[in-house]
């Protein structure tokens, strides 16, 4: 199983990111996938997550209505369009996925939002 993120890097405050996360060793249509993210000093929290056919998708509360979670599950990619970032976005964005009772996570992709 292998979990790789992208698309991170240095935007200023109102800018828009979109990260990626390239899955394989699983059968990636099968599974629910989220994003999550970690600030320094704070625990790693939920950001999005979506159903495995996409379908249905939810939001931590601060990002709703600036962040769009996706997939194609051609590709076996979801995705995150990050949008109006703020300072507070500032983290390391992980996806997740969890099988038979265990999580896997990508190794991250570093957002900062800072003029």
């Known amino acids: 199983v292998q979990l790789v993120e992208s698309g991170g890097g240095l935007v200023q405050p109102g800018g828009s990111l979109r990260l990626s996360c390239a899955a394989s060793?699983?059968?990636?249509?099968?599974?629910?996938m989220r994003w999550h993210r970690q600030a320094p000093g704070k625990e790693r929290e939920l950001v999005a997550g979506i159903t495995s056919a996409g379908d249905s998708t939810n939001y931590k509360d601060s990002v709703k209505g600036r962040f769009t979670i996706s997939r194609d599950n051609a590709k076996n990619t979801v995705y995150l369009q990050m949008n109006s970032l703020k300072p507070e976005d500032t983290a390391v964005y992980y996806c997740?996925?969890?099988?038979?009772?265990?999580?896997?996570w990508g190794r991250g992709t570093q957002v900062i939002v800072s003029s």
């Open positions: 997740n996925f969890a099988r038979l009772g265990y999580d896997y």
């Open positions: 060793g699983f059968t990636f249509s099968s599974y629910a």
